[in-house]
């Protein structure tokens, strides 16, 4: 499984960025993938989840400014991320995990594959 982030970069207060996900050697379709977000000297945190079974899961920080989607023709997964703030910061991961049906979706014990990560920076 190999999966490839994009769409990173610098930005400022209360723009936007869109990450996408590229998953190859993956069962997209049927499965659970998801963002994650490290700040040096921090856990590896939940941000946005697309489960087959249990839905989308948002971390409380970004709900109704991050959108997360996918594109099953082009097996890629997207996070819109608008009205950023000093806090989103971060490398920026996509995961995706064997099954569906996590009982903790913004866990990032549950995955089994990441990408290389995307630094996201705003000021």
């Known amino acids: 499984v190999q999966l490839v982030e994009s769409g990173g970069g610098s930005v400022q207060v209360g723009g936007s960025l869109r990450l996408s996900c590229v998953a190859s050697?993956?069962?997209?379709?049927?499965?659970?993938m998801g963002w994650f977000r490290q700040i040096p000297g921090k856990a590896r945190e939940g941000v946005a989840v697309?489960?087959?079974?249990?839905?989308?899961t948002y971390v409380d920080s970004v709900k109704g400014r991050f959108t997360i989607s996918e594109d099953n023709a082009k097996a890629s997964l997207y996070l819109q991320m608008n009205d950023l703030k000093v806090e989103d910061t971060g490398v920026y991961y996509c995961?995706?995990?064997?099954?569906?049906?996590?009982?903790?979706?913004?866990?990032?014990?549950?995955?089994?594959?990441w990408g290389q990560g995307t630094q996201v920076t705003v000021s």
């Open positions: 697309l489960d087959r079974i249990v839905g989308t």
């Open positions: 995961a995706a995990a064997a099954a569906a049906g996590l009982d903790y979706p913004l866990d990032f014990a549950g995955y089994n594959w």
């Open positions: 050697g993956y069962t997209y379709s049927s499965n659970c």
